[in-house]
């Protein structure tokens, strides 16, 4: 499972966020943060936090 945390100039929560999934996902292969983009940014507003979770068939 590999996990991307986005967030709009909200890098404190998108860690919290970060920091909760990585606790209870015990097969996380990877996990990052990172800046959303500005098409979605401009849709979901300031502040906003979001994870996108990819889940590997066995």
Not at 8 to 31: F, H, K, M, Q
Not at 35 to 57: K, Q, R, T
Request: aromatic fraction near 0%.
């Amino acid at each position: 499972m590999r996990v991307v945390v986005h967030h709009v100039d909200n890098p404190d929560g998108a860690e919290e966020i970060a920091a909760a999934l990585t606790d209870r996902l015990p097969n996380l292969l990877s996990l990052s943060v990172t800046d959303m983009g500005p098409v979605l940014a401009v849709h979901v507003g300031g502040g906003a936090v979001g994870a996108c979770i990819s889940v590997e068939d066995a």
